[in-house]
């Protein structure tokens, strides 16, 4: 998100603002991404994990990328400001 602010007739202020995992909410996996099985026909007892979503995909865990560094994807935020002449 940038927002430019004229200063001057030639100088501008640009403020920038990156937001990474701001709501916070889990990206889930695929259904069965592990090899689950779906069961025996007409056997409830053996259908406990057919289709179900059983985990989470790794976030990015820093701002340029995942598998950085960090074991948890948390929120950030990247401001920045600069004066163009």
Known sequence: M???FN???RVRFRFDA???NAFSHANSN???AYGCLAGIPGVGSTLNDAYTITST???PTSL?????????????IAI??????
């Open 57 to 59: 995909v790794s976030q």
């Open 80 to 85: 920045s400001g600069r004066i163009e002449f």
């Open 7 to 9: 200063l001057t007739e």
């Open 30 to 32: 695929f259904p069965c």
């Open 64 to 76: 340029l990328g995942s598998g950085l560094g960090g074991d948890n994807p948390v929120r950030m």
């Open 2 to 4: 940038s927002k430019y």
């Open 18 to 20: 990156q937001f990474y």
